[in-house]
């Protein structure tokens, strides 16, 4: 027989902090476990955490089903995001956050993540590096075709597939293979992004 027991249901984007930027994030995960834990839940349910288009607010329309949108990385968590950073955000964003536009977020929080990246590409250690190619060689059997996805899109400044190039909208492989080359940055930010949300994810 099953054991009953109860659970809440709450979109990511929905839990807030008093520090944040408008919008819930990975880490805020922490205190809501402890809190449904405190009340005797046994189960946190989420929406969707996967990565959307710009613009689409619904989670069941995504881009990848395997992806975590990188919005939902907590940006102040990962190194090379300095406080100062932080604080500017959160001036610009409203301190507190409580209604911030879409349009507005995604901006502030696309900059402290390519700060971010910016920092781990020229100062990573060699053990952090390591790590980072560890989990695109695990995740090989979709974060390849998708980081090359992303960077493609940001490329055709998010048009359909359907109007690239022929050949890329093909699949043919000596297009991959330069699109791969010429935005070889942009996939490994990509990828980069990725190893964040699935860390603090875990």
């Not at 069941?60 to 919005?71: E, G």
């Amino acid at each position: 027989m099953l054991q009953r027991s109860a659970g809440i249901l709450i979109p990511l984007f929905s839990l807030r902090a008093a520090d944040d930027l408008g919008r819930g994030e990975i880490m805020q995960m922490k205190p809501m476990i402890d809190f449904a834990i405190s009340i005797g839940h046994r189960a946190i349910q989420l929406l969707p955490l996967d990565e959307t288009a710009p613009g689409e607010a619904s989670p069941y329309s995504a881009l990848t089903l395997f992806a975590i949108d990188p919005l939902y990385i907590s940006a102040a968590e990962v190194s090379g995001v300095g406080k100062m950073a932080m604080r500017r955000a959160r001036k610009s964003a409203g301190d507190p956050a409580r209604r911030i536009p879409r349009e507005k977020y995604v901006a502030l929080k696309k900059e402290l993540l390519e700060r971010a990246f910016e920092a781990f590409a020229s100062r990573a250690r060699v053990r952090e590096r390591r790590a980072l190619d560890d989990f695109i060689q695990e995740n090989s059997y979709w974060l390849h075709d998708y980081a090359l996805y992303r960077a493609l899109k940001d490329h055709f400044d998010f048009r359909s597939w359907e109007e690239w190039p022929g050949d890329l909208a093909r699949r043919e492989q000596g297009a991959l293979a330069s699109a791969r080359l010429e935005l070889a940055q942009s996939i490994h930010k990509y990828c980069y992004f990725q190893f964040i949300a699935h860390q603090q994810w875990k």
